[in-house]
């Protein structure tokens, strides 16, 4: 065993009681990092699971169509009016070559054309208006996976089919097997059998959400050919606002991220990520201090033995290498400590809420980064609150040390 590191653990040993409170006082520390990081970065995969798992995280919609002048003939007093067009349901232009000059862009996971419109659901004397989604399944499972998300039947769109959500099917009393009527404005409609029920977790989606074909979709909205939307996923959900904008630039077309359409959420988010680094550093900082302060007292209490290490041969360096070396053993073995408090915390407190479903009511990200970087900012922590104690034992006069006792 090297020189310094035995002398190092001697002295530890020697202070035993100073260092089982500074190890606990360390395996706190990094127990509370790990657990708020590991709380927080669950909570955030969940809403985002939740928010993104339902949506694309980019939409590429139609030019808006200009408004209209209406004016009187040449010579007639008149005062020019603007009338905006009627809200209705349009198509991209030319939406095949867009989804071809988008095709291998840096970024894109998935494109999916999509026909999307209000409409209202018909079934005896029940009716309900809802938001009808024409959709290509094999496309738009690079958005969405639905089929993850079906409780009965499945994603089987030909002819006229459709597939609805658990809150629609309750209100309108429809089975798998079932039909309803869908009816759009311009009085285009069609009766529909139901292939599959969804549950999205959202009452919002549940029971409003209806698939149809695209094909389908295409007829009750008037858009033979078209398409109102491309969906698009991305492999870097933070980056879509950079995506979309790419986007825009290449096609001209209006380009919207999902952080344009949850800027709420985004913020929340940081907020959290923020709440959570303020709190970790000021437990670092403790950590530090902690440290320090034994070390410190060690260089003070054991001033003898160091002037009798500096009177024998001892280099500087080497003295300043067991304090350091204290340092990095407080940290290592500290930061273990705080791995199984961590550990502990974060299961306990997932297992002490839960859903009805028994599923954690606050997911908890347990990752081996996670634990990775909390022995390494723990071990680094060690070391530098060991560099000014470890400087000062160096400074040592051995003689005066020896001779004060």
């Known amino acids: 065993m090297p020189f310094e ?12 009681l100073q260092t089982i409170l500074i190890l606990l006082g360390i395996g706190v520390g990094v127990g509370v990092i790990i657990f708020l990081s590991a709380l927080i970065t669950g909570l955030q995969v969940s809403i985002i699971e939740r928010t993104l ?3 694309a995280q980019v939409f590429v919609t139609p030019q808006e169509e ?4 209406h004016s009187l003939p040449a010579g007639v007093l008149q005062a020019v009016t603007v009338e905006r067009p009627p809200q209705r349901v349009r198509s991209i232009d030319g939406w095949t070559d867009v989804v071809g000059a988008l095709r291998g862009t840096r970024g894109i996971t998935g494109i999916a054309p999509t026909v999307s419109g209000p409409a209202i659901a018909v079934r005896g004397q029940g009716s309900i208006a809802l938001s009808v989604r024409g959709i290509e399944p094999t496309s738009y499972r690079a958005i969405v996976d639905v089929d993850d998300r079906l409780v009965e039947g499945d994603l089987d769109l030909t002819g006229f089919r459709a597939v609805v959500g658990t809150e629609l099917a309750r209100k309108l009393g429809v089975e798998v097997g079932g039909t309803i009527r869908i009816q759009t404005a311009g009085d285009r409609g069609g009766t529909y059998s139901i292939s599959g029920i969804f549950d999205y977790g959202s009452v919002t989606l549940n029971e409003s959400l209806v698939f149809v074909s695209l094909r389908g979709a295409q007829t009750l909205f008037g858009l033979e050919g078209g398409v109102s939307a491309l969906e698009i996923t991305t492999d870097e959900i933070f980056e879509a606002d950079a995506l979309a904008a790419r986007i825009r630039d290449r096609t001209g077309l209006p380009t919207e991220s999902w952080i344009e359409q949850n ?3 985004l913020v929340g988010l940081r907020s959290q990520s923020m709440s959570s680094i303020m709190i ?5 900082l403790a950590v530090a201090l902690g440290i320090a302060s034994v070390l410190a007292v060690s260089v003070v209490q054991k001033s003898r033995e160091i002037g009798i290490l500096r009177a024998t041969g001892t280099q500087t360096r080497s003295v300043t290498r067991i304090f350091l070396i204290q340092g990095a053993v407080l940290g290592s073995v500290g930061s273990l400590v ?3 408090l961590g550990t502990f915390l974060a299961l306990f407190f997932a297992r ?11 997911p908890v990200a347990l990752t081996a980064v996670l634990y990775g970087r909390s022995v390494a900012v723990a071990l680094i922590v060690g070391l530098l ?11 040592m006069d051995p003689a005066t040390v020896i001779r004060n006792g």
Not at 8 to 15: M, V
Not at 66 to 69: E, I, K, N, S, Y
């Open 352 to 362: 002490l809420a839960t859903n009805p479903d028994g599923s954690a009511l606050f």
């Open 66 to 69: 200009a408004p209209r002048v």
């Open 280 to 284: 970790q550093v000021f437990v670092i």
């Open 385 to 395: 609150a060991a560099v000014l104690p470890a400087y000062n034992a160096s400074r």
């Open 5 to 16: 590191l035995l002398v190092a653990l001697r002295f530890l040993r020697e202070q035993r």
């Open 338 to 340: 705080g791995i199984g």
């Open 263 to 265: 800027g709420d959420l």
């Open 53 to 55: 798992g339902s949506q």
